[in-house]
């Protein structure tokens, strides 16, 4: 049974930091390309940050320098560090784990930029 739990989100203040982490099971971890995605209220889902199973990066241009997406194989874990948080960077997140036509989606977990 595969499974991605994502954790790490809240509520914080404008220009603050959080840290999200999703944990898989079941799956051979190291084979996946893995994304961070992003639905905000009456939006479509959007890309925030992807890794590749040969850990290339790339960025949605309204996170790039600010958000880093990065992986530990060993834990089976994938990370984002947000820093420089905007209100518009308040969606649920979502962790995707993708391998060629197979995708696995987490629950998500909440964000939200206010003060």
């Known amino acids: 049974q595969v499974q991605l739990v994502e954790s790490g989100g809240g509520l914080v203040q404008p220009g603050g930091s959080l840290r999200l982490s999703c944990a898989a099971s079941g799956i051979i971890f190291s084979m996946y390309d893995m994304g961070w995605y992003r639905q905000a209220p009456g939006n479509q889902r959007e890309l925030v940050a992807a890794i590749t199973s040969g850990g290339r990066t790339n960025y949605a241009d309204s996170v790039k320098g600010r958000f880093t997406i990065s992986r530990d194989n060993a834990k089976s874990t994938v990370y984002l560090q947000m820093n420089s948080l905007k209100p518009e960077d308040t969606a649920v997140y979502y962790c995707?784990?993708?391998?060629?036509?197979?995708?696995?989606w987490g629950k998500g977990t909440l964000v939200t930029v206010s003060s």
């Open positions: 995707n784990a993708q391998l060629i036509v197979i995708n696995y």
